[in-house]
């Protein structure tokens, strides 16, 4: 293939085993004596548990039974705030919270003896209003004096906004199989984004040294979030169970179990104050960013740091104030999705901008143009932009694809004698890349790179391919490095005992961050002449964080985007449908044209859902619509052409001048689709999502 392959669609190196079947995902696994796994959860948000009593029907002694007093080392999962138990022990904060589990080999008698399990309980009060929660976690960027800028304000434009959960419905649910080995060692593989997430969690689980745990990840159907940090839980399940009873435990959950039990993207309510002067500058933002957290603290403190930071979008303001907060309810913990806190809080601003230009009385793209950040602006942390980005013609650019002006005319003339209101609308938004702040830092990844006899080259590293290319890229990269074939470049399945701690496969850095060591590497495997080189993460040079004040660098680079959607809205059944859709964006070097292509057109398809489709409904703090037959995601039917284009600005510290692109596409189609629905309709929208008994009634109210 020579030494052209970064910028080529070269085939994905997963891809042959995948269509003929030959990967292996965990359910295809059964070893010998294998036992399955089931959970009994909570059936209540709140309260203390009274009495556990195991019902007649089946042979209970033939049972590996494991409630909280079995647990060896700490009932606690380890990621950043130790809260959560892996059994609830006396207390349970939420419905679908796990109380006992149980194993068995035959997985009916198993299924009924769950049913059997009959706990009894002493109910408290439970919390589901985020305004009457405890705090997990408050952030407060400042940027100037706010309080000095009302007085010589032309206009003062208030408004709140607010987004529903959001089930990342991967396409295989939580699966985990764990064994105990001989000498007490404990092996876990499973469906997962971070390898080494589940290693720490055992570790402590279990009270175990570093060498006694094993994680590996296999074959990943499919993630967004959704299994960075839940893993841990499953894991820790099937591994209590197999330390129990000695054999190894496969716990597989349906989907009804998964969309009711796991985590989901956080709800959240924002609500702005801002200053703008007569001719439409941005004076001053005052931002009130509050998500809930659900039972237990997760990533929430994570999520709320990047939509705090990404609240003030990409727009040009000397005076700034974001508070925020992630509140405790009586919910199962909300955690990781695609986009991670940001598209909550670019939704509530991307639909402020429209409200502001109303107010002020320019047109949407005309006050974006007048306040969007320039080369040498800062953003809302005082981060200076030294890229070389035109947003206003990143924009236009767009605008003009889209064919946005003539359809504003058009669909106006259209809308006064058509039932089916047209509309158009956009949002420009901007996504920082790689860890926020000093993450990366503290996070020193390592990647390893080894050249065998045979004349190829292994790349060792603790990123997952779960279907966003992963191991493609990686390849790519290394391959044009070292000018060899790509075919030569092999990507082993992450194991924690073979591979090095590269950090998580999340916040859009496996291409930006650890491409950078990939190429690294190589460069030096090259030059040495050795048969294996190991790298570590160095922060490059002009980087400033300060953890206390939030101000400094939040992210190595920022991605930027505009995305257009044009609607139809059906005003007699309130239907909205996306006839068309224009994403512009600027991502570094695109490095494999057709996954990034693929990267935008599924997150826009969620976005999609997000905005118009996915609705959770809360039944006292369980999901009561946690089926595929209620819970509404779009079809292929309801997804229009998704015309890509990209920019590319070479970023100098990304691989190959590449940035981050994952979880850009999630942040811009709500706010572009619900702009253009106002856009039909004359009626603002400011709650997601949007669903046609909502279009029915305002209009009814209008």
Known sequence: MGHRVVGTAVPRKEARAKVTGLAEYVDDICLPGMLHGATVRSTIPHGRIRQIRFGDGVPWDEFTIVTARDIPGKNVVSLIVEDQPYLADGVVHHSQEPILLLAHRDKDLLAKARQLVHVEYEPLPAVFDVEKGSHFKTFLIEKGNVDNVWSE??????????????????????GMLASVDADGGITVRGSMQCPFYVHKALMSLFALPIEKIRVIQQE??????????????????????????????????????????????????????????RDGRLLGMDIEFVIDGGAYATLSSVVLSRGTIHAAGPYRCDNIRVRSTAVATNTPPHGAFRGFGAPQSLFALERHMNKMARTVGLTPDEFRRRNLLRQGDTTATGQEIKDAIDLPA????????????????????????????????????????????????????????????EGRVRILTSMTEMGQGTNTI???????????????????????????????????????VIGNLVHKAALALKQDGGTRVKVQYQEPPGIYWDDEKYRGEAYGAYSFATYVAEVTVDTLTGEIGVDDFVAVQEVGRVLHPVLAAGQ????????????????????????????????????????????????????????????????????????????????????????????????LAARSAA
């Open 600 to 695: 935008i057109e599924g997150g826009v398809a969620q976005g999609i859902g997000y905005a118009l489709y996915e609705k959770v409904i809360w039944r006292d703090g369980v999901m009561a619509n946690n089926q595929l037959t209620n819970y509404i995601i779009p079809t292929s039917v309801d997804v229009p052409p998704i015309r890509v284009f990209f920019e590319e600005i070479p970023y100098a510290h990304g691989a190959m001048g590449a940035k981050g692109i994952g979880e850009l596409p999630m942040d811009g189609p709500a706010p572009a689709i619900l702009n253009a629905v106002e856009n039909a309709l004359g009626i603002p929208f400011d709650r997601l999502p949007l669903l046609p008994e909502d279009v």
């Open 394 to 453: 990143l924009q236009e650019r767009a605008l003009t694809l889209a064919g946005y002006r003539e359809k504003i005319e058009r669909f106006e003339r259209l809308n006064r004698t058509s039932t089916r209101k047209k509309g158009i609308g956009f949002a420009t938004f901007l996504h920082g890349a790689g860890f926020t702040g000093s993450g990366e830092r503290n996070l020193q990844s390592v990647v390893e790179l080894e050249a065998t006899p």
């Open 474 to 512: 990686l390849a790519q990269i290394a391959a044009e490095t070292l000018g060899i074939d790509y075919d030569c470049i092999d990507v082993p399945r992450p194991d924690t005992s073979r591979v090095p701690n590269s950090g998580p496969t999340v916040a859009s850095r496996t291409a930006m």
């Open 153 to 174: 304000a032309a206009f003062i434009v208030e408004g709140e906004y607010s987004t529903g959960a959001q089930e990342q419905l991967y396409i295989e649910p939580n």
């Open 220 to 277: 990943t159907g499919g993630a967004f979030g959704g299994k960075e940090e839940y893993p841990s839980m499953i894991a820790g399940h099937a591994a209590l169970l197999a330390w129990k009873s000695g054999k190894p435990v496969k716990i597989i959950y349906d989907r009804e179990e998964d969309m009711a039990a796991t985590t989901k993207r956080h709800p959240s309510r924002t609500r702005h104050r801002t200053a703008v002067s």
